[in-house]
């Protein structure tokens, strides 16, 4: 107790300064990264375009060998090709991996890239369930759903998942401690985030109209955003500490 008050005046006389990197508080400028997972062409991805492609030409030269022969008995191989076309398929569906989207994450929380210009975003504060299947890790809000799978987007689901252990604790404790690996530090890349448009958002702790994105401050943990004379000691959503 004694020398939990002691540092705490020791932080007043250093001034607002000192104040603002103890804590989460952070303005719309402080900088922001993420991690960007390419969805890319995996080997998985790539075996399994292949196999799609020769159970299709198989399919197809089966179907053509045994029923489509005009004025020939079927060919003794059509069946063969049509079995052989059939399992591949059943294996490609079960099996197969394919190529999946770009993902993203980091301190504006998970986000999809549908297309180039088209990124899906989730904020940590906005998260409301988090669910972890065999296939895919899922952050839910009311109204945007980002969905990771775990077999093509293995090391973005580990990330996010370890972010939002840190970010949004209480919405994964249903999650266990081993269910995906450790980040790997080398997977990913980093991208320096855009400061994000708030004006006409709401005070989380007043509710007030944020007009001016200078009077706008964030939650550094889960982004949360607030009215500059409204910041509360903790936050609202994440329960960080915005003020020293
Ligand atoms: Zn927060």
Redesign the pocket.
């Known amino acids: 107790m004694a020398a939990d008050s002691s540092t705490k005046r020791k932080r007043k006389t250093s001034g607002t300064a000192a104040d603002a990197r103890d804590t ?1 508080l952070r303005t719309r400028s402080d900088p922001r990264q993420e991690w960007r997972y390419d969805g890319g062409s995996s080997l998985p991805a790539v075996l399994t375009m292949v196999g799609g492609s020769l159970a299709a030409l198989c399919l197809g030269a089966g179907v053509f060998g045994q029923f489509l022969r005009e004025g020939a008995a079927p060919h003794p191989y059509a069946l063969y090709l049509l079995g052989a076309g059939a399992v591949l398929a059943v294996l490609v569906a079960l099996f197969g991996q394919w190529g999946a989207l770009p993902m993203r994450v980091g301190d504006a929380g998970v986000a999809v890239e549908r297309s180039a210009g088209e990124v899906d975003r989730l904020g ?2 906005d998260v409301n369930a988090v669910q972890l299947t065999a296939t895919a890790l899922t952050f839910r809000s009311p109204g945007t759903v980002v969905s990771i799978p775990v077999r093509a987007q293995r090391e973005a689901a580990a990330r996010a998942l370890a972010e939002a252990r840190t ?1 949004i604790p209480g919405k994964v404790t249903g999650i266990q401690e081993k269910a995906l690996p450790k980040p790997s530090e080398g997977a990913g890349r980093v991208l320096t985030l855009e400061p994000p448009q708030i004006a006409g958002l709401r005070c989380k702790a007043s509710d007030k109209v944020i007009t001016f994105e200078r009077d706008a401050r964030l ?6 955003v607030y009215h500059k004379d409204d910041v509360p000691r903790r ?6 500490p ?1 003020r020293a």
């Open positions: 989460f940590w504060c970010r939650c550094g943990r889960c982004g949360e936050c609202a959503t994440c329960e960080a915005l």
